[in-house]
């Protein structure tokens, strides 16, 4: 089973608001880095949070990595349509990313450190990393709407109950998965925010985000293509009914994370 649907990730995976970068620039020039600012993306996917990052007045080089070659062929597309020119994509997994010893000014992973084994991840950025260069790990819930509980009841029970993997079990909060950083004498702790990040979805929009994700995707395999193609419009009539209009404005709940490498 493929955890990922590239073309879902494409179409419906937001992009970060510029909030998510706030600081970044700063606590590296106050570490003596200049721009443009040498960046790795881990777990990059298609491309978002290169691309987002990009639209700030940030100046940066980016090479993102990923295992998935589908993924990286929708980063590439995406970079190549908004005429991103400091980005480039290759084959590696944040524990084995094939990047060179001591190459970057900073590192950023945007919704993909918990598919990451966290100790072996947290070698390569050592391995990476210039001294005193930054870590920069933020990733969002799935999105709520605030006047439409019963929507997100409705998809929480889903999640919880149907839409998962065998033996499935909560990933924990972004400051659970990322203590190997907290607890290692190596990295100063710099950074906790939760930049607002809120966004209209219409019904197929947010059905898109819902058949994106990796537990949808386990669930929809043993399905045969009728059974699949019955779930997906059942779903989404169940999303019309909850959300009572084309569309709805959501919030993701955005936790960045930030360290400094000592030395």
Same mark, same amino acid.
């Given at each position: 089973?493929?955890?990922?649907?590239?073309?879902?990730?494409?179409?419906? +995976?937001?992009?970060?608001?510029?909030?998510?970068?706030?600081?970044?620039?700063?606590?590296?020039?106050?570490?003596?880095?200049?721009?443009?600012?040498?960046?790795?993306?881990?777990?990059?996917?298609?491309?978002?949070?290169?691309?987002?990052?990009?639209?700030?007045?940030?100046?940066?080089?980016?090479?993102?990595?990923?295992?998935?070659?589908?993924?990286?062929?929708?980063?590439?597309?995406?970079?190549?349509?908004?005429?991103?020119?400091?980005?480039?994509?290759?084959?590696?997994?944040?524990?084995?990313?094939?990047?060179?010893d001591g190459?970057?000014?900073?590192?950023?992973?945007?919704?993909?450190?918990?598919?990451m084994n966290?100790?072996?991840?947290?070698?390569?950025?050592?391995?990476?990393?210039?001294?005193?260069?930054?870590?920069?790990?933020?990733?969002?819930?799935?999105?709520?709407?605030?006047?439409?509980?019963?929507?997100?009841?409705?998809?929480?029970?889903?999640?919880?109950?149907?839409?998962?993997?065998?033996?499935?079990?909560?990933?924990?909060?972004?400051?659970?998965?990322?203590?190997?950083?907290?607890?290692?004498?190596?990295?100063?702790?710099?950074?906790?925010?939760?930049?607002?990040?809120?966004?209209?979805?219409?019904?197929?929009?947010?059905?898109?985000?819902?058949?994106?994700?990796?537990?949808?995707?386990?669930?929809?395999?043993?399905?045969?293509?009728?059974?699949?193609?019955?779930? +997906?419009?059942?779903?989404?009539?169940?999303?019309?009914?909850?959300?009572?209009?084309?569309?709805?404005?959501?919030?993701?709940?955005?936790?960045?994370?930030?360290?400094?490498?000592?030395?």
């Amino acid at each position: 089973m493929s955890k990922f649907n590239p073309q879902f990730y494409k179409e419906f +995976r937001p992009f970060y608001p510029s909030e998510t970068f706030v600081g970044l620039r700063t606590e590296l020039l106050k570490r003596g880095f200049s721009e443009p600012f040498q960046i790795a993306d881990f777990g990059c996917g298609t491309g978002h949070s290169a691309a987002s990052f990009l639209k700030t007045p940030v100046k940066a080089e980016i090479i993102g990595v990923d295992p998935d070659p589908a993924m990286l062929a929708e980063a590439q597309n995406l970079s190549t349509r908004l005429g991103l020119e400091s980005v480039q994509f290759q084959v590696g997994s944040g524990e084995a990313t094939n990047l060179p010893d001591g190459r970057f000014d900073a590192i950023m992973m945007g919704s993909s450190f918990h598919w990451m084994n966290p100790e072996k991840t947290k070698d390569e950025v050592l391995r990476v990393l210039k001294p005193k260069g930054l870590v920069w790990i933020f990733e969002y819930q799935f999105p709520k709407a605030p006047a439409l509980p019963d929507l997100n009841e409705w998809i929480r029970r889903q999640f919880n109950l149907y839409w998962k993997a065998p033996g499935q079990k909560p990933r924990g909060s972004l400051k659970e998965i990322t203590h190997v950083f907290r607890g290692d004498p190596r990295f100063e702790f710099i950074s906790d925010r939760r930049p607002p990040m809120e966004q209209t979805l219409s019904v197929d929009e947010l059905a898109g985000m819902i058949f994106s994700q990796s537990r949808v995707l386990c669930y929809e395999e043993p399905l045969t293509s009728a059974e699949k193609s019955r779930f +997906r419009v059942e779903t989404r009539k169940e999303l019309q009914a909850r959300m009572t209009s084309d569309s709805a404005r959501f919030q993701f709940n955005l936790h960045a994370l930030g360290w400094a490498k000592r030395f």
